[in-house]
């Protein structure tokens, strides 16, 4: 089945930890997203990559690292700069950075720090 | 700057009711508009899309949305609604050749037996 997988669904850190979360597609996508979704406030975007080795700031970038060596993977580590990292982490794909692409997003993973 | 407005944060609904869900936007240029569902426990999910054309759009499960450019809205209907159709709905919009997809913070929708 093509889609977007990222692991784990549920992660737990102590503050001041950095912690990677992953994200792998297989949609052969060009684009990827990073999401923030939290209660009241919707989704916002962290980061978003259009080819290998290029990525660019979202709207709340800070605190944030991400890279994107493989095609298929684009994984997201928060810092322990990151304020307030307990939140739902979403990661999307889509053909392209066109604005008509749709993105395609994966299931999730609940991050929360102790 | 871009932004997304839905003023119905919760709405409960009996089965067989209508829908309205408002969506309203904030952008001086060309614009795509979307609706995201997340049913509980699944990923979130493209409804329906407008991009240009007739502004009224049909997406699945029965829904549609129009686009008003004079108000700035793209309201999500649905005539008759199912209990399995308890999910959030989120409204989405970005200009025409952009990169960034602005998203409103989400409807949570109800739909008792």
């Known amino acids: 089945d093509g889609g977007i997988t990222q692991s784990p669904k549920y992660l737990f850190r102590k503050e001041g930890q950095n912690v990677t979360l992953s994200c792998e597609q297989n949609?052969?996508?060009?684009?990827m997203y990073w999401y923030r979704q939290d209660p009241g406030q919707g989704l916002r975007l962290i980061y978003y990559?259009?080819?290998?080795?290029?990525?660019q700031k979202g709207d709340i970038a800070e605190g944030y690292s991400v890279s994107r060596e493989k095609k298929e993977s684009f994984p997201l580590t928060v810092t322990s700069a990151q304020k307030n990292p307990t939140a739902f982490y979403l990661c999307?794909?889509?053909?392209?950075?066109?604005?008509?692409?749709?993105?395609?997003f994966g299931p999730g993973t609940r991050l929360t720090v102790l | 700057a871009q932004s997304v407005s839905q003023h119905n944060h919760h709405v409960i609904l009996s089965e067989a009711a209508s829908l309205e869900l408002g969506c309203n936007y904030s952008?001086?240029?060309?614009?795509?508009l979307f609706w995201y569902v997340q049913y509980p426990g699944q990923h979130l999910q493209l409804l329906l899309k407008?991009?240009?054309?007739?502004?009224l759009v049909k997406g699945i499960k029965g829904f549609e949305a129009e686009f008003i450019k004079s108000k700035f809205s793209f309201n999500l209907r649905k005539p008759s609604v199912q209990w399995s159709d308890t999910a959030e709905y989120f409204c989405?919009?970005?200009?025409?050749?952009?990169?960034?997809?602005?998203f409103g913070t989400g409807t949570r929708l109800t739909v008792i037996p």
């Open positions: 999307a794909s889509s053909r392209g950075l066109d604005s008509y692409n749709e993105q395609f």
């Open positions: 949609l052969n996508h060009d684009a």
């Open positions: 990559s259009q080819i290998v080795n290029d990525f």
């Open positions: 952008y001086g240029g060309t614009v795509n």
């Open positions: 407008y991009f240009s054309g007739d502004p």
């Open positions: 989405a919009v970005n200009g025409a050749g952009a990169n960034n997809l602005f």
